[in-house]
C-alpha cells in the first residue's frame, strides 16, 4: 500500500515538473498528469536500467525527461491537446 501512494506522489511531482519545463501549454487533469509522472519514471528506468532502487537526483532529472518525452511523442501522435 505505501508503495503504490509513493509512486502516486512521486508521479504527481514528475508528471507536474515535466509539465512546467515543457515548452507550451500541456492540457491535462491530475490523473493524466499522475499517469504521465509514472510513465516517465518507467521509460526512464527502461533506459537506464542499471537495477537501482533507491533515490537519486538524477533518477528524478532521468524521470522528468522521459515524462517529458511521453509529451513530446504524444504531441508527435496527436494524443491529447
Known amino acids: 500500500m505505501i508503495n503504490i501512494i509513493g509512486a502516486i506522489l512521486s508521479g504527481l511531482i ?3 515538473l515535466a509539465r512546467f519545463f515543457y ?3 500541456v ?6 498528469t499522475i499517469l504521465l509522472g509514472i510513465g516517465g519514471s518507467l521509460l526512464a528506468g527502461l533506459v537506464t ?4 532502487r533507491d ?3 538524477a533518477g ?3 524521470s522528468v525527461i522521459g515524462a517529458i ?3 513530446f511523442v504524444g504531441r508527435l501522435l496527436g494524443v491529447g491537446g
Open 23 to 25: 515548452p507550451g501549454a
Open 14 to 16: 514528475i508528471g507536474a
Open 69 to 71: 518525452v511521453l509529451i
Open 55 to 57: 533515490f537519486s537526483r
Open 27 to 32: 492540457e491535462m487533469g491530475w490523473l493524466a
Open 60 to 62: 528524478c532529472l532521468a
Open 49 to 52: 536500467s542499471r537495477g537501482q
